[in-house]
């Protein structure tokens, strides 16, 4: 399909191709789709006004054949939003839509009482789209810049969190890579911990004890996670000081706080500052006193959200 083969007597129904808030996912449906021949816009969100279920840069794949992918609220208005990226697609021009408050569609409340921009961009070129996938796979941040007044969309480079947002008429979306969970340890806690952070989405690795530690600190980078889930303290200890010598965004350990008192002791004895100690969580996880697997793996995969949540926080642009 291309953009010369829409009939305008013929009626497009959005569906949706599958449900997915993953940034790199949504990308990706729209390069394929692209390289396919299937007309596609990207809708993004670009202005919050009050309370939003999803934040500034949030987008949707909106392919010419109705399907499409993503979020950019919380479920109530994306069939509309699409059959307006249809419309965009059918005329040939970007396009922005206002929805909820100081909206023209009064028929469409948003249920947090805000008001939300998008911009809906027809695209044109699959390149800037394909360079943020290559970083992204190679675990690297990157960035798309959309000049509405050109119609044109760009790969801006590395970027940063700060830069999301509005700058001289272009927008910037920022993408990062996937949350990597490093879960190190034998035990059943371990195991409920992968299923959880599967389930979240997360890119999962379950470390075996006798890794070489080396190796171990290679698949550490700043959008990981590292949890220690041993009932033994020598184990872990050449693992943890790996950890410690590398950036993950996030440390935890299993143990009470007397086998904390252990774990910093020995820490101390091989050289590690008390600086480098605090970056540990110990006890792990969100809420204390969790003894049960189940618990302590909703836990740890909670506490590292909340991290990394707390870690890329924006500048408010609504």
């Excluded at 909106?62 to 419309?87: H, K, L, M, N, P």
Aim: net charge negative; hydrophobic share 40%.
């Amino acid at each position: 399909m291309s953009l010369h083969d829409f009939n305008e007597d013929e009626m497009v129904l959005p569906r949706v191709a599958f449900a997915t808030d993953e940034p790199g996912e949504i990308l990706r449906y729209a390069y394929n789709s692209f390289r396919g021949g299937i007309p596609v816009a990207l809708v993004t969100l670009v202005e919050i006004r009050g309370g939003a279920a999803r934040a500034i840069g949030a987008q949707m794949a909106v392919r010419g054949d109705g399907r499409y992918c993503g979020f950019v609220s919380g479920g109530c208005t994306e069939a509309a939003v699409a059959a307006e990226a249809i419309q965009a697609l059918r005329e040939g021009h970007d396009r922005f839509l206002r929805l909820g408050e100081g909206s023209p569609f009064f028929d469409i409340v948003l249920p947090c009482g805000g008001g939300i921009n998008l911009s809906i961009h027809i695209l044109k070129c699959a390149d800037p789209v394909g360079e943020v996938l290559s970083r992204l796979a190679s675990r690297r941040p990157a960035t798309l810049r959309y000049t509405p007044r050109l119609e044109s969309m760009e790969f801006g480079g590395e970027g940063g969190r700060s830069q999301v947002g509005w700058c001289d008429g272009t927008f910037t979306t920022h993408y990062q890579p996937r949350i990597r969970v490093l879960l190190c340890g034998r035990s059943v806690e371990l195991t409920a911990t992968a299923a959880v952070a599967r389930a979240a989405g997360y890119e999962v690795y379950q470390i075996d004890p006798d890794v070489d530690s080396s190796a171990f600190a290679s698949k550490i980078d700043q959008f990981s996670a590292v949890a220690f889930l041993f009932h033994d303290l020598d184990r872990e200890l050449p693992l943890l000081q790996a950890a410690l010598r590398s950036n993950p965004f996030y440390i935890g350990a299993l143990g009470s706080r007397r086998t904390h008192e252990k774990r910093i002791a020995l820490l101390r004895e091989h050289g590690f500052e008390d600086a480098d100690i605090a970056r540990i969580k110990a006890p792990i996880g969100i809420f204390d006193k969790a003894r049960d697997a189940s618990s302590i793996a909703l836990s740890v995969v909670a506490d590292i959200a909340a991290a990394r949540s707390h870690g890329q926080q924006a500048p408010d642009i609504g």
